[in-house]
């Protein structure tokens, strides 16, 4: 690193390019990098990195994986459902990687779409307006919605037995599918069918690259975090990191897999259905597998799903203390320390 009084020559901890760095930000080439996204929380004493992420690797991550781990996930949802971002502001939701579907013993009630919403600054989930046609020798019903209704063809009708239910949350919805129906040259009249009381409605979440990607950053930050505190910021270009560098900053699969569910729950008291907190929890710790050294990060979100990242499959160095947990407390806005994963193990670090 190389510096005078108002500058200072430090590399990027993803895309490891020397740039400029400066306290005034409008001669940086780097940005303030919060360890978890800000978009989760603003919280006391939060962990930020200053100086370690360019302001184009940044840029790049809120545009893409940011972007999709904070809009279109579950933990999305509970951003809205524990008040992190408004129902104002619901619109910057998209069903990317989360679809509903409701769950029922009718066969025209069971795997119907359904999506979330607001209504009457609650949210809600409802039915997506669509029309269903039971098939002939079939349990099962074909769906069109809207879009599909203007775009796709409707089966024969010899292959339908001539049931049918229009599945919608409105007079005004009903009326519409019933229009594009018959547009399509399909004579039908609303039958003005009730759908019974509370119709129960699962998630599908698919975690695809680019959240696996986010959930990685998220432990990268956080080991670099720990490497700033403790004067060893070299450590975070050490070569046993470039399979996670990689994996985050351009997508490249390692040889082993980067981040993986846990089979148990970061908090040692918790279980798979009972939780201590609802709030966010990342550690990094050191683990001795099949004889070999590893740095592997934990993070949960909201305390749900827990899953491990593989930050060095196997290092050699010095030893330097490096065990360390932080809980994102969102009843009380405070991150603080998890002292029960502060146990008195070391990572190897290069110097």
Not at 55 to 77: P, Q
Not at 88 to 94: K, M, P, S
Not at 174 to 183: D, G, M, P, T
Not at 282 to 294: M, R
């Amino acid at each position: 690193m190389i510096s005078n009084r108002k500058f200072k020559i430090k590399r990027c901890i993803y895309c490891m390019e020397h740039k400029v760095f400066s306290r005034k930000k409008q001669y940086s080439q780097f940005s303030t990098e919060h360890v978890l996204h800000e978009a989760f929380g603003g919280f006391k004493n939060a962990l930020t990195l200053n100086g370690e992420v360019c302001k184009i690797c940044n840029s790049y991550f809120g545009d893409t994986m940011d972007r999709i781990l904070t809009r279109g996930t579950y933990e999305a949802v509970e951003r809205f459902r524990t008040g992190a971002k408004s129902l104002l502001e619901f619109e910057d939701f998209v069903e990317q990687n989360i679809k509903f579907f409701t769950k029922n013993k009718q066969p025209v009630l069971n795997d119907a779409p359904a999506k979330l919403c607001v209504v009457d600054n609650q949210l809600k989930i409802a039915f997506v307006p669509h029309i269903a046609f039971e098939q002939k020798h079939k349990m099962e019903w074909i769906r069109f919605n809207e879009q599909e209704l203007l775009n796709s063809t409707l089966p024969d009708s010899d292959q339908l037995t001539g049931n049918w239910q229009i599945l919608a949350n409105t007079a005004d919805e009903e009326e519409k599918i019933f229009s594009l129906v018959n547009a399509k040259g399909r004579n039908i009249t609303p039958t003005g069918t009730a759908i019974p009381g509370i119709v129960p409605v699962y998630a599908e979440y698919r975690i695809d690259d680019l959240v696996k990607r986010a959930l990685a950053k998220i432990c990268f930050n956080y080991l670099a975090d720990i490497m700033v505190e403790k004067k060893y910021p070299e450590f975070l270009f050490n070569k046993y990191l470039d399979a996670a560098r990689e994996f985050i900053r351009c997508g490249i699969w390692a040889e082993h897999e980067i981040v993986e569910p846990k089979t148990e729950p970061i908090l040692g008291l918790d279980t798979k259905s009972l939780r201590q907190t609802n709030g966010h929890l990342v550690s990094v710790e050191l683990i001795e597998e099949h004889g070999k050294w590893k740095i592997q990060g934990s993070v949960s979100l909201y305390n749900t799903f827990d899953w491990k990242v593989n930050l060095a499959n196997h290092f050699h160095g010095i030893q330097i203390p490096i065990n360390r947990g932080h809980h994102w407390n969102i009843s009380s806005l405070n991150c603080s320390s998890m002292k029960s994963v502060q146990r008195d193990l070391t990572v190897n670090v290069w110097q």
